[in-house]
């Protein structure tokens, strides 16, 4: 059974960093695309970082050069790298696979196989 928990979630002030990651079991973890979407109450979810099987990242404008996503097919983990948060940042945060290498502007139109339970991050102002 495939599993994917997030952690590293939190509340922090403006300006300030955090990592989320993602532990994944139960696939074969590096062959799959991996990414980041958040969710505000009461908007669509947004499709936030992308890493496909050879390691290319993808990013939604919002975030390009404030957050890096990564993974480490060892540990079968993926992270999100969360630098110069925004109140805007505030969300929850869901890790989700797909379970074939799926181009990051289908994946984030919820080519999704799998998702978290997702990780709440406030960042105040």
């Known amino acids: 059974q495939v599993q994917l928990v997030e952690s590293g979630g939190g509340s922090v002030q403006a300006g300030g960093s955090l990592r989320l990651s993602c532990a994944a079991s139960g696939y074969t973890y590096s062959t799959f695309s991996m990414g980041w979407f958040r969710r505000v109450p009461g908007k669509e979810r947004e499709g936030v970082a992308h890493?496909?099987?050879?390691?290319?990242?993808t990013y939604t404008d919002s975030v390009k050069g404030r957050f890096t996503v990564s993974k480490d097919n060892a540990q079968n983990s993926l992270y999100l790298q969360m630098n110069s948060l925004k109140p805007e940042d505030t969300a929850m945060y869901f890790c989700a696979a797909a379970s074939t290498n799926v181009p990051a502007w289908l994946f984030w139109r919820g080519r999704v196989t799998y998702w978290g339970k997702g990780t709440q991050v406030t960042v105040s102002s």
């Open positions: 890493i496909d099987s050879d390691g290319m990242t």
